[in-house]
């Protein structure tokens, strides 16, 4: 592996920072603080294909090689981790499974609005019985001639309160949830779809999740994606793309505690002296700097697996699950670094704390990382 990373790679993180700082920057607070979503900031981002990132030029996305595509997510995460997400789960859980596993119909049906940014992606399978057990799923897809008619709720869908094209899972037999499976593609104005309140959430509060539900909501046959049955399928290959994704997310987080901690750290005074001099602020630091690094290293093998066509899902699960719990580490000692005014909203690390631990509950809890580790371990042959 080639460990310096290539010009292409340095243009993408300066360009995205550029932007990050100068639009996301003198408004990150403001929108935390208020939960708004800033529809302005994206009508920046459509003409930049922030909406179309890996997408294929053909449907007018930007043909990004995965690293590339987590450098943007982390660098946009590392200002605002709540439109990070918005743009993560966009791009690869929303984009991605239609892309992937769509027919060309519904590629140039459905992509290009997407890509431009014209309609937000949501990824919709938690459930008040179903998340990590995705095979609990109890919204209901029954056929009716050429249609499906969907019935059932979906809960704390990211992007939900502003998704234009919703990729849901369903199933269509419910003697037989395993097999019968399915993900349906639903548009926002689709009568019967209905979008809930706004979640008040700890963190992320810029990115404005909801509920969805799905009433008598009637759809083509043509917006099912691949076979019937294929649900599970298209779900577990979705998140393992996505989990790279939320990793980048967290490693932006990471990031950005970091950097505000050494920068503080220097500036602080006790003892007539700046707190960096201290051996316990400096350990602070080698420890965020260390574990910010590896995190990044992980991410970025299971990216140049992705790229290579070679299979990634433990790798995804590796990287998702310590790129989260380092962003927790990291911003809980940037927090301690930051003494009283770490827990003060004036300073953004109290920010960076809220909106870290939930990289380590959606896209895949710790523990179901763990499980799919566990699982690739014990099936390689010794």
Do not use: W
Request: net charge neutral; hydrophobic share 40%.
């Amino acid at each position: 592996m080639d460990f310096n990373p290539c010009m292409k790679h340095k243009v993408v993180r300066k360009a995205v920072r550029m932007f990050a700082e100068a639009e996301l920057g003198p408004i990150a607070h403001d929108i935390d603080r208020d939960a708004r979503f800033p529809f302005e900031i994206v009508e920046k981002m459509r003409p930049l294909h922030f909406f179309g990132l890996q997408a294929a030029k053909a449907y007018g996305g930007a043909e990004m090689d995965s690293i590339s595509y987590v450098i943007t997510i982390e660098e946009i995460s590392r200002v605002s981790a709540a439109i990070g997400l918005c743009l993560t789960v966009h791009n690869s859980v929303g984009i991605y499974p239609i892309e992937r596993f769509g027919t060309e119909e519904q590629k140039r049906r459905f992509l290009p609005a997407m890509t431009s940014g014209e309609r937000i992606g949501a990824f919709c399978l938690t459930e008040a019985n179903a998340g990590s057990d995705a095979g609990g799923v109890e919204t209901i897809a029954v056929r009716d001639g050429k249609d499906y008619v969907i019935n059932g709720t979906k809960i704390f869908v990211t992007n939900g309160g502003i998704c234009g094209t919703s990729v849901i899972f369903a199933i269509t037999d419910p003697q037989n949830p395993q097999r019968s499976a399915g993900v349906f593609i639903v548009e926002r104005d689709t009568p019967g779809f209905i979008i809930g309140e706004i979640e008040d959430l700890c963190g992320m509060r810029a990115n404005p999740v909801s509920s969805l539900f799905l009433e008598e909501c009637r759809i083509p046959e043509t917006n099912l994606l691949g076979r019937p049955g294929d649900g599970l399928k298209i779900g577990l290959v979705t998140l393992d793309t996505g989990r790279l994704g939320i990793a980048a997310q967290a490693l932006g987080l990471a990031q950005a505690a970091f950097e505000d901690s050494v920068r503080y750290s220097k500036e602080r005074q006790q003892f007539r002296k700046p707190i960096s001099s201290f051996q316990t602020i400096q350990n602070y630091l080698a420890d965020m700097a260390t574990q910010i690094d590896a995190a990044r290293l992980l991410l970025y093998r299971a990216c140049a697996l992705k790229d290579a066509g070679r299979p990634f899902s433990a790798e995804a699960a590796m990287a998702k699950l310590y790129c989260s719990e380092v962003a927790t580490r990291v911003t809980n000692l940037a927090v301690q670094i930051h003494g009283g005014y770490g827990y003060s909203k004036e300073y953004d690390v109290e920010r960076y704390f809220r909106d870290a631990k939930v990289t380590e509950i959606y896209e895949g809890t710790s523990e179901v990382q763990r499980m799919v580790i566990a699982r690739a371990v014990l099936a390689q042959r010794t």
